[in-house]
């Protein structure tokens, strides 16, 4: 049975190119969209079976803030994002982000179909060399990396912290008031704070960051 689906990328002729090739394997394309970073809007109002997210940057940071959008609104599509060759890093913030798959751009359309309906299914998507790499970094690591989650909470005061993870549950500056008791302007104000600390521009940037960090691990959830 063919999949429910729609094509996401920054080059809409490549989006446009893979939508009509799948098309012809009997896939129901519900729309090709660029660019990437104002698709979310889309994907939720159109609730595909399947997204294909095309990113040439995998690495560059808040590239996977319209994954965080889409779960967060419509949990039942499943993303699949088409790439270069990632690090094990950008694979895990890919998944980080809500992603279902990641499979590189030079794949046959094959195996572009595989990914979607294991991504449907609830699988996850990815090719086990991609995932043998990322092992394999995981276990033999060149170097220890700095642990980048305890060293941005280590800049929040435990108000923020609190912020940031309702931030991350997806509340917004009144339920956030509401929910610590205090007025909206302060509600919001603590907002500013935490982004403009964490380097972000968004709270869909915050929150990826926090989760790709594993700084909400780390974080004591608010009481209530």
Known sequence: MGVRLMVVDDH?????????????????????AAPVAGAAELVVSR????????????????????????KRERPQVAVVVLGPVPSPRGIAA??????????????????????????RSGEAAVAPQLLQGAFAELLNPAAQPDDEGQRLLQMLTPREVEVLVRVADGEDTRLIAAGMGIAPSTARTHVQRVLMKLGVGSRLEAAALAARTGLLDRAVPPAG
């Not at 809409?12 to 090709?32: C, D, F, I, Q």
């Open 94 to 119: 890919a998944f980080a982000a809500g992603a279902s798959g990641y499979v590189r751009h030079d794949e046959r359309i094959e195996g572009v179909e595989r990914a979607m309906v294991k991504a």
């Open 47 to 70: 609730a595909p079976e399947v997204c294909l997210l095309g990113t040439a940057t995998p690495a560059e940071p808040g590239v996977f803030d319209p994954i965080v959008k889409i």
């Open 12 to 32: 809409r002729l490549l989006a446009e190119a893979l939508a009509s090739a799948l098309k012809l394997r009997g896939h129901r394309v519900l729309a090709a």
